[in-house]
C-alpha cells in the first residue's frame, strides 16, 4: 500500500518536473515520508489485537495506555491518540525512540509472546508525537491561575524536566538550575545523536520555557549557589542531579593519556554535533577517528561508546566484558545493532592493566570464566590463569558505570539522607527525603536507571510537591 502511493507519487513528479521547484520537491518528498510512515504506524497499530490482558501497560513504567492509543492510531484519529498518549508522559517522542522497549512494553506484548513478533509500540509513540509537533498540536502550557509558590529544581535531566513541566501546569513558579550550558541531562550530553536527535531534545527545553519555566544553566548547586541558600530562596526544592561519579579502573598504566571516561568521550562527541568548539575533540584525546579502539563495559553506556567510535572513523573497535553475552546487562537490540556495525565483542575478558610509555597502546586483558553465583544471584566471573593476553588500543574508553556524587558533604548538608550506596533517600512514594521541603527523583534515587524512570520519578515528586504546597497554601490554588 505504502509502495503503490510512493509510485503514484513518483509519477506526478515524472509528469511535470519542469513545473516543480526544489522547495516543492523538497515538500513533496517530505509528505512521502510522512504518508510512508503514516502507513507504517496505522499498519502497526492496527496489529494490535486488543488483547485485554495488556502487559504491555503494566510494563510500561508510566502506564501508558498502550491498546487505547495504537487503535485510535489504527483509525486515524491522531489528534486524539496524542493527548492520551501525553497524558501519561511528559516526553513520548523521546521514549518512543530510547526506550528499552524489548525490556519493557515490546518485550512483554501478547502478540510477541505468541511467536509472531511484537507491535512496535515505540515506533508509533514516536510518530503520534512528532506528528503531534509538525501540526502545532504541541503548545506551551498556559496555568489557569498563577500561584506565588516557587520550586527549585537541581538539575535539567529528563526527571527534574518532568517535574517542571506538571509544576508549571499548576501555575507554580519553576526555576530550574544546571551545571551544564545546555537543558536536557544525559538527554543532550550522554546518549548519542543517532539514537537521539538533539533537536528534538531542544525544542522540548525551548517548550518549556515559553511555558514560563526559567533556566539558571551555568551554575552549580554546591559551588556557584549554596544548597543552603537554594532551600531559602524557595518553597521547595527537587534535587535530579542525576549520577556522574564515573566507576575507575585501577592497574598497571591506568593513569596513561589515552584512557579516557565514557562520559567525557560521549559530551565530547554531542558537543561537536551542536558544533560547539571541543579542544580534546580537535587534538585526537576525545576522537576515535583512525584509532583502535577499546571499550571496556558491557551496559548501554558502552554500546553507546562502541557505535559512536564506528562512526567516528575508528579502524576497529573491541568490547571487553568480564562476563558473557548471555549475561550482559546492555540490551541485546544495541548489542547486535553495534554487532552489525562492525564492533568485535570480546566476552570474558577484563582488564589487569594497560601498556605504553607516552600513551596507552594496549590492555592486558585476562581470560575470565564463569564459577558459582555469588550474593545477587549471577555467576562470578574468575581469571583463568596463563590465559592472558593483550588488545592493542590507541584509545582505551572506560564504560563501567556511574555512582551518585557525594552530596552531604559536596552541598555541607549532612541531615540530607543517603543509602549505603550513596543515592538519597526519599520515600518511595512522595519522594520526599530528610529535609524538610526537600525531594529527589530520578537517577539519584535509583541509581543509574532510564529515561521512563525519570520521567515517572519527576512527575509523582511534582505531585507530592503540589499536594504539600496545598496543604500549606495561603495563596489561592488555581481554579482548574
Ligand atoms: C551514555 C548513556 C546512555 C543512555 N542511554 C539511555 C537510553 O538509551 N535509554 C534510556 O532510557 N536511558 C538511557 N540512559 C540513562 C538515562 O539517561 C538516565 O537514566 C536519565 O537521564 C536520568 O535522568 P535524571 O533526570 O535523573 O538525571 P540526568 O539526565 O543525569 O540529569 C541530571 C542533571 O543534573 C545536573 N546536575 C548534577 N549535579 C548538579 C549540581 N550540583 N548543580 C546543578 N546541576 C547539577 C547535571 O548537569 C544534569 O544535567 C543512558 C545513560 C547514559 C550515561
Ligand atoms: S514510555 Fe517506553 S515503555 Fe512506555 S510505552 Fe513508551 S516506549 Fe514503551
Redesign the pocket.
Known amino acids: 500500500m505504502g509502495q503503490q502511493r510512493m509510485l503514484k507519487f513518483v509519477d506526478v513528479e515524472r509528469d511535470m518536473p519542469e513545473k516543480r521547484s526544489a522547495e516543492d520537491r523538497r515538500d513533496d518528498h517530505h509528505e512521502i515520508y510522512r504518508q510512508f510512515a503514516d502507513e507504517k504506524a496505522k499498519e502497526q497499530a492496527a496489529r494490535c489485537s486488543q488483547c485485554g490482558v495488556p502487559y504491555c501497560q503494566s510494563h510500561c513504567p508510566l502506564h501508558n495506555n498502550i491498546p487505547d492509543w495504537l487503535r485510535m492510531t489504527a483509525e486515524g484519529r491522531l489528534r486524539e491518540a496524542y493527548d492520551l498518549s501525553q497524558a501519561t508522559n511528559t516526553f513520548p517522542e523521546i521514549c518512543g525512540r ?3 522497549q524489548d525490556r519493557l512494553c515490546e518485550g512483554n506484548c501478547v502478540i510477541e509472546q505468541s511467536g509472531h513478533g511484537t507491535v512496535t509500540i515505540g515506533a508509533v509513540e514516536k510518530y503520534i508525537t512528532d506528528t503531534a509537533w509538525e501540526e502545532g498540536w504541541v503548545q506551551p502550557v498556559t496555568p489557569a491561575q498563577e500561584r506565588a509558590e516557587s520550586v527549585g529544581i ?7 524536566l518532568a517535574a517542571a513541566d506538571m509544576l508549571r501546569r499548576q501555575g507554580i513558579q519553576v526555576t530550574v ?4 550550558d545546555r537543558a536536557g ?3 543532550t550530553y ?2 548519542p545523536g543517532f ?1 537521539l536527535e538533539k533537536d528534538v531534545v531542544m525544542r522540548r527545553n525551548d517548550q518549556l520555557e515559553k511555558s514560563g519555566v526559567s533556566f539558571e544553566l551555568n ?4 559551588r556557584d549557589v549554596s544548597f543552603a541558600e537554594l532551600r531559602d530562596r524557595h518553597d521547595a526544592v527537587l534535587i ?3 549520577v ?1 561519579k564515573s566507576r575507575d579502573l585501577g592497574g598497571p598504566g591506568a593513569g596513561l593519556p589515552g584512557i579516557v571516561r ?1 562520559i567525557d568521550y ?1 559530551t565530547a562527541s554531542n558537543r561537536v554535533t551542536f558544533g560547539d568548539s571541543v579542544p580534546e575533540y580537535d587534538s585526537g584525546e576525545l576522537n576515535a577517528s583512525g584509532k583502535k579502539v577499546v571499550v571496556i563495559g558491557g551496559g ?2 558502552a554500546m ?1 561508546c562502541v557505535r559512536t567510535a564506528v562512526r567516528q572513523g575508528a579502524t576497529s573497535v573491541q568490547c571487553l566484558y568480564r562476563r558473557d553475552r548471555a549475561n550482559m546487562p546492555g540490551s541485546v537490540r544495541e548489542t547486535a545493532n553495534a554487532e552489525e556495525e562492525g564492533v568485535e565483542f570480546v566476552w570474558l575478558s577484563a582488564p589487569k592493566g594497560f601498556t605504553g610509555d607516552d600513551s596507552v597502546i594496549g590492555v592486558k586483558v585476562a581470560k575470565m570464566r564463569l564459577g558459582a553465583p555469588d550474593a545477587s544471584g549471577r555467576r562470578a566471573p574468575e581469571e583463568v590463569p596463563g590465559a592472558d593476553w593483550t588488545a592493542e588500543a590507541d584509545l582505551v574508553i572506560k564504560a563501567l558505570g556511574f555512582e551518585p556524587e557525594p552530596l552531604p558533604s559536596l552541598w555541607d548538608a549532612p541531615g540530607l539522607e543517603v543509602t549505603r550506596w550513596g543515592t538519597v533517600k526519599a520515600d518511595f512514594q512522595t519522594k520526599r527525603t530528610a529535609l524538610d521541603g526537600v525531594y529527589a527523583a ?3 534515587v535509583r541509581g ?5 524512570w ?1 520521567i515517572r520519578d519527576g512527575r509523582e515528586a511534582a505531585q507530592s510537591i503540589i499536594d504539600d504546597l496545598d496543604r500549606r497554601a495561603s495563596v489561592p490554588v488555581a481554579a482548574e
Open positions: 530510547i526506550c528499552p537541581i538539575g535539567a535531566g529528563p526527571g527534574g538550575y544546571d551545571r551544564y541531562g544525559l538527554l550522554g546518549i539514537k551554575c552549580e548547586i554546591g535530579a542531579t542525576g556522574y565514557a560521549l548501554d553506556t553507546d530520578g537517577d539519584i543509574a536507571s532510564l529515561v521512563v525519570a
